[in-house]
């Protein structure tokens, strides 16, 4: 203590002055040394790894950004939207989705579909990347896994229609017994449990995509964790991958249909979630592709740059619990919060993003209906603010469950800054029109999942993204035995039109049933709909042919090429 | 020598003559203060503060959790005059069957007033068109430059009119108007419209809010007077100031009062050691630096999970406890040396030789000899208070929301830095101007209050 005290105590000179300069000025000059020898070593180790430009016309490469490493590569398992987008690159089902939107063949080359199920004739030439022939055996082996109770596949629903799947899911029927059978090495013949009208809009799915059993045995369990540990079917295969850092794709040379990939290779050179990290990559040339949101819009039209939008055709919506336990089971006050929800205030003054359309109904604008679109068939309800009404319900509410005051409901969202803004909106809201004070229960994605699954909340907000092009794919989320209905949702009403719909091949009753559904899903407020999801991007003009797609792998560049200079 | 050689003197009490008035020591060190500009400007900025904090919100009687959402992310002395509006749902124009063969829409116009509540345009259609595209830029847009935001899309040739609700701010934009072919591409030419949007509120709305009292005093097309929001509102619509006087009070809390708290623990603590010395000195200062090494952020997380502190509620309270159960060292390190020292010198050999009393010697000797170092610890101590409450609001651990705190206020403010930067930089400057400030003024404490250091000596 006294030792620095001492030199403190004499009084400021010139000369100490001029002392203070130089030593700052020394201080300075090592401080910009330091950076520039910094941003030195940055660029020389950058170099050696990775292309630099967004586009490369000398190796006819792209790069791109990857907002998060894909966390399961195993088909059988993947739920999230980066590794389908990957699966879908590197992956191929028996049908895929040509560049309108259309099912179009896959492995499959020709099939023969009525009402119990099909015979799929699998073409000669398919390979997978190691070499050996793409068979039925690797289809049926695929589904088996995805059901095998032992596997934990979330997604093993979406293999209910086949015949047996269900039972084999829940561990009651031999794995032998499903009712998908190789007949011989290229023909497969699928039988189902009940009509399903939408059946071969699933086989575009991931978890419908074919696993060789000799290489998946060979893995020892590490199917899908590397590069290596993977073979590949479709228009890339994954040649290199860094956990945490890129991954490359290149274009699969055995692929049967080759000529239609023009790329030589698909380099995600960055993994990183960081918005605008993403778009100062953007602007610097480093990337094709950068997504957008409310706070960088400005900078992408002070620029000048080529926005683009895009609707993805998810619906977002604020998920009750209607546990018993839980006070929101209360109808009185799920109707008074419904009396005071007003979609288009979240979506223009809250949110802000261009695209997002205000929800509605669990079922978004672009599904299709019986000829034209769902929506414009059967509207649906709308939602009608009325405050009055929604403090005589809320006072109901609070005689009938016999409380004085109503504690605080937990409302658990996610932490990023939209869930963040859209959160403390409704905190606000729900106070200042009703009173109730709200709790925010800030989780990742991971232990969100967790707690929506153990049903700790009283209001979530989730969403919902197409699997595939049918109705379906919204309708069954709210059935009581729907693992995805994480409010355990249950109304016997609401389970029988969903059974309707997915018996049924006649479209104008399956979509009356789905119109009751939403009706049902409304008037007894099971789940306050936000949003129906859009976004808006910036990307580099030279790269074409790129197509963006609400179902299935989006964005798809699988047809995508570089534009040539001339074009340009 | 006789007896007359000398003579009784006269009794003198002025034998030296007092150059300034007698001054105790902490007179002499305020008067030191005092003359250190930077550090008496500092307490003055402290002061204010703690005034803004205390005082402020009985002044500024502005709900800092209240939303606007008609006037979110408001810059500082925003436009306060609003136009009164009532929206109704508007049903479009459909136009008749198109003629000609002109490629881009023709006479691109404003229906009514453009308000930040909507602007409705409506164009005259393209023939063989499958629908159209309606772009929003904020610069005007270059011939061949791209047209800006698509902000939506109309299905059909007839359908030639459009709404536009996505936050509009009072300012100018340029809408275009593009006709799309049948495989969905733009035609090759725009109609381009500059359009001045005026701020706008409805009825209800301004009284709901309390801009005015009553909804028939007011009626459409009339322009009212918003409540003036000197710092801007933020991305919700929330008043900046009220927000900062919320959040001055959260940090100043913890920043004063942990460092406070556990200033005294180590003072306790310390000065026990040094004055025992020997083997309880040697046992007790080891497990002080036992406390320096265990981390503060994992006891952070523990004090939470301890005190039943569920998702969603304030995590000032384990902060406050962390900070205080795992600062002390510091503090008590420093008092011990001083104690060390003082008990060598010599008033304590003189004071305990007249017989002085152990509780007497410390209290009256030795604590009061330690205040300097002492103070110079508290104030050093606050900056780096009010710092880990900031961070740990910054990375979402100390207060939840609704609540504001200068470091979450950053954290919120950061997203927009480009767009709207002052919602980060009035919570960034009140950190820094307040941490600054009690940093200044340790310094001039420390040079004030060492005894060694006077003046003239």
Not at chain 2, 222 to 234: A, K, N, Q, S
Request: hydrophobic share 40%; with cysteine; aromatic share 10%.
């Amino acid at each position: 203590m006294t030792d620095t005290t001492q030199g403190a105590a004499e009084p400021v000179s010139v000369s100490s002055a001029w002392q203070l300069a130089k030593y700052g000025l020394v201080g300075l000059l090592f401080f910009v040394l330091l950076l520039a020898m910094l941003g030195w070593v940055t660029s020389y180790s950058a170099a050696g790894t990775r292309s630099t430009q967004a586009v490369d016309y000398a190796t006819n490469t792209i790069t791109l950004a990857l907002s998060t490493e894909p966390p399961q590569l195993d088909s059988t398992r993947a739920t999230d939207m980066v590794s389908g987008m990957l699966l879908g690159h590197t992956m191929e089902g028996l049908l895929r989705y040509g560049p309108d939107n259309e099912l179009v063949p896959g492995m499959a080359e020709s099939w023969d579909m009525d009402e119990n199920g099909g015979t799929f004739h699998l073409r000669n030439d398919a390979y997978w990347s190691n070499g050996t022939p793409v068979t039925a055996h690797d289809f049926v082996f695929a589904w088996q896994t995805a059901l095998n109770p032992d596997t934990a596949s979330q997604y093993a629903f979406i293999l209910f229609p086949i015949k047996n799947a269900t039972g084999i899911n829940e561990g009651e029927i031999e794995p032998g017994e499903l009712g998908a059978k190789a007949v011989d090495d290229h023909t497969l013949e699928i039988e189902l449990e009940q009509p399903t009208a939408y059946f071969l809009k699933l086989l575009a799915f991931p978890t419908y995509y074919p696993i060789n059993e000799e290489f998946y045995r060979s893995t020892d369990g590490g199917y899908g964790a590397e590069a290596h540990t993977l073979i590949y079917n479709g228009p890339f295969k994954i040649t290199k991958w860094v956990h945490d850092a890129s991954l490359r794709l290149e274009k699969n040379e055995l692929y049967w249909n080759r000529d239609q990939t023009r790329l030589d290779a698909i380099d995600y050179a960055y993994i990183l979630s960081d918005a605008n990290a993403t778009l100062n990559l953007f602007a610097t040339n480093k990337i094709v592709y950068a997504g957008l949101n409310s706070e960088n819009l400005d900078r992408a039209l002070r620029n000048r740059w080529h926005i683009k939008q895009h609707n993805d055709g998810s619906v977002f919506f604020l998920e009750i619990n209607h546990r018993p336990d839980r006070i929101t089971s209360n109808y009185n006050l799920r109707r008074a919060l419904q009396l005071v929800h007003n979609p288009s205030e979240l979506v223009y003054k809250v949110l802000k993003l261009p695209g997002n359309l205000p929800g509605e109904s669990i079922f978004p604008v672009w599904l299709n209906g019986v000829e034209g679109r769902f929506r414009d068939e059967y509207p649906g309800p709308k939602y009608i603010i009325n405050e009055e009404k929604a403090r005589e319900h809320l006072a109901m509410a609070i005689e009938e469950l016999g409380v004085d005051e109503l504690p605080p409901l937990v409302l658990l969202s996610g932490d990023n800054p939209v869930s963040n803004k859209q959160s403390e909106y409704y905190q606000r809201l729900w106070k200042e029109k009703l009173g109730i004070e709200v709790k925010i229960d800030k989780q990742i994605f991971k232990l969100r999942l967790e707690k929506m699954t153990t049903g700790e909340f009283d209001i979530v907000a989730a969403g919902w993204g197409p699997d595939y092009h049918d109705v379906m794919t919204f309708g069954d989320l709210f059935a009581s035995w729907n693992l995805n209905n994480r409010g355990r949702y249950a109304n016997a009403e609401v389970d029988r039109h969903v059974a309707i719909a997915q018996s049924s091949s006649d479209p104008v009753e399956r979509m009356e049933a789905m119109d009751r559904v939403q009706q049902l899903l409304h008037d007894d407020v099971a789940i306050l709909v936000q949003y129906e999801r859009g976004s808006v991007y910036v990307s580099d003009d030279r790269v074409k042919g790129v197509t963006r797609r609400a179902v299935g792998l989006d964005p798809d560049y699988t047809r995508a090429y570089i534009a040539s200079d001339s074009e340009d | 020598m006789s007896d007359l050689s000398f003579k009784p003197i006269s009794l003198d009490t002025d034998t030296e003559e007092r150059s300034r008035p007698s001054l105790s020591y902490w007179q002499d060190a305020w008067i030191r203060l005092r003359a250190n500009k930077r550090a008496f400007t500092s307490l003055f900025v402290i002061i204010g503060m703690l005034v803004f904090a205390c005082a402020g919100p009985l002044v500024w009687r502005i709900d800092p959790d209240a939303q606007d959402l008609d006037q979110t992310s408001k810059p500082p002395w925003g436009d306060r005059n609003a136009l009164v509006q009532t929206y109704e749902p508007w049903e479009g124009v459909v136009s008749e069957e198109p003629q000609g063969d002109n490629l881009a829409p023709q006479s691109l116009e404003l229906v009514g007033d453009a308000t930040t509540t909507n602007v409705r345009l409506v164009w005259g259609p393209v023939p063989n068109s499958k629908g159209y595209r309606i772009f929003r830029q904020i610069i005007e847009p270059r011939p061949g430059d791209p047209l800006g935001l698509p902000i939506g899309e109309t299905k059909g040739s007839t359908s030639v009119s459009f709404e536009d609700r996505l936050d509009i701010k009072p300012k100018s934009y340029w809408y275009s108007v593009v006709a799309i072919n049948e495989e969905g591409e733009d035609f090759s030419e725009a109609a381009t419209v500059k359009v001045d949007v005026a701020f706008s509120t409805t009825a209800a709305n301004a009284v709901e809010r309390g801009y005015i009292k009553d909804q028939n005093s007011v009626s459409v097309g009339d322009t009212i007077r918003v409540p003036l929001h000197p710092l801007g509102t933020d991305y919700l619509g929330r008043d900046m100031l009220a927000r900062l006087m919320e959040g001055a009070r959260i940090s100043l809390f913890i920043g004063i009062v942990a460092p406070f708290l556990f200033v005294i623990a180590g003072v306790i603590y310390g000065s026990i050691a040094g004055f025992l010395g020997r083997n309880i000195d040697h046992i007790l200062m080891r497990f002080a630096d036992f406390v320096i090494a265990l981390p503060f952020l994992l006891f952070m997380i523990l004090f939470k999970l301890l005190f039943g502190i569920g998702p969603g509620e304030s995590g000032i309270l384990p902060m406050l406890v962390a900070l205080v159960l795992l600062s002390w060292p510091g503090a008590a390190r420093l008092v011990r040396g001083e104690i060390l020292q003082i008990r060598e010198e010599g008033y304590v050999e003189a004071s305990r030789l007249l017989g002085t009393k152990t509780p007497r010697l410390i209290l009256r000797h030795m604590i009061p000899n330690t205040m300097g170092v002492v103070l110079v610890t508290f104030t050093f101590a606050v900056p780096s208070a009010i710092f880990t409450e900031a961070f740990l609001s910054f990375i979402g651990m100390g207060v939840t929301a609704p609540t504001a705190s200068w470091g979450s206020m950053c954290n919120d403010g950061i997203k927009t830095m480009e767009s709207t930067p002052h919602e980060l930089i009035f919570p960034a400057l009140f950190i820094s101007v307040t941490v600054l400030a009690f940093n200044f003024l340790g310094d001039g404490l420390r040079d004030a209050l060492d005894a060694r250091m006077r003046y003239g000596e």
